[in-house]
Every structure is written in C-alpha cells, then in structure tokens.
C-alpha cells in the first residue's frame, strides 16, 4: 500500500503538483478503518474524480487536476485498475 508521501510524488511528477488535499482526502477513511479497509470508500474511479475535484477546489486549484489526481491515487492503490481502463480504452477504440 503507497504511503502519501508517494502519491504526492508520482502527481507531482505527472501533474507538476503534489496534491497533497487530493490525497489527504481520499485517504480520509484511513482514521476510521486502518489497513486496506478504508479502500471501501472513496476509493473507486468515480467517488475519487468527486472527491479530487471537491478537495482541489477548496485551495483554489482546478477541479480537472483534481480529478486527475484522484484517478493516479486509486491507479497507485490498485495497479490493476490501470491495465482494465488501457484495455477498456482499447476496446472503445477498436469499434
């Protein structure tokens, strides 16, 4: 499980901002649930655009790098997830 600290580090290399809010907000749910079980919440493709776009939007940054930066988050968390959107993205493309 990535450690905030490498979030921050892949969407500021991606992004050219940490959005360290985006972040901090997904992972909210972490205080209640420890470990792996706080990815029940905010942790899927659409709560994580709402949630990015909502936490970027209080500091006065873009809803869209917000947005981004929640997508990277939940990629990050389940490296899975990145080969089923290519593969979904494929299949769009190849109709």
Do not use: W
């Not at 490498?6 to 901002?17: A, E, M, N, P, V």
């Not at 959107?85 to 109709?95: E, G, M, Q």
């Amino acid at each position: 499980m990535p450690q905030r600290y490498q979030h921050r580090k892949l969407t500021k290399l991606l992004l050219g901002d940490d959005y360290d809010e985006v972040h901090a907000a997904i992972d909210r749910p972490v205080k209640k649930y420890p470990g792996r079980a706080h990815r029940r919440y905010n942790h899927d493709p659409l709560s994580a655009v709402l949630v990015g776009c909502k936490a970027a939007k209080k500091k006065g940054k873009s809803c869209t790098g917000g947005a981004s930066a929640g997508l990277i988050h939940i990629i990050q968390d389940y490296p899975i997830l990145f080969f089923v959107i290519i593969a979904f993205i494929f299949l769009l493309l190849a109709r």
